[in-house]
């Protein structure tokens, strides 16, 4: 098996589908909207196993200062092969020369961010409003 990465922004809503319900995250259920979505980002890197996405990080910025990683996602088939760590190094790589990523981590996900040169805000916590559309 070998994995692949691109930077493109054009999707069928099957394949972030897939890819967003493997790792069972609502976003999954709204396809067409993830289609939208993916072409906004300024930065998309994908992983695939041949012509199927396996996983991917999407990114926004401010141009100069800030860049903020919206998505990170594996398939949890791919889960310890190193394809995460290689998305978030790609992306450290594009915004090398900004001030700051910034990204929010989930409890269980904080290890994984520290090993990829993160850090823990010890005075900041994430806040959401996802009830918009209930």
């Known amino acids: 098996m070998e994995i692949t990465y691109k930077e493109i922004h054009e999707f069928s809503k099957e ?7 493997s790792v069972e995250w609502s976003s999954g259920h709204f396809p067409e909207r993830l289609v939208v979505a993916m072409r906004n980002f300024e930065t998309v890197i994908s992983a695939w196993d ?4 396996i996983g991917m990080i999407c990114a926004m910025d401010d141009g100069i200062m800030t860049a903020y990683v919206h998505y990170l996602l594996v398939n949890p088939e791919y889960h310890h ?15 090398a020369d ?32 996802t009830e918009l559309w209930t």
């Open 15 to 21: 394949e972030l589908q897939d890819l967003f319900l």
């Open 50 to 53: 041949g012509e199927k996405l």
């Open 81 to 95: 092969m190193g394809i995460g760590k290689r998305l978030v190094e790609r992306v450290k790589e594009i915004y």
């Open 98 to 129: 900004y001030l700051r990523i910034v990204l929010v981590a989930y409890d269980d996900e904080v290890g994984f961010y520290e090993s990829c040169g993160f850090k823990k805000a010890k005075d900041a916590s994430a806040m959401f409003i």
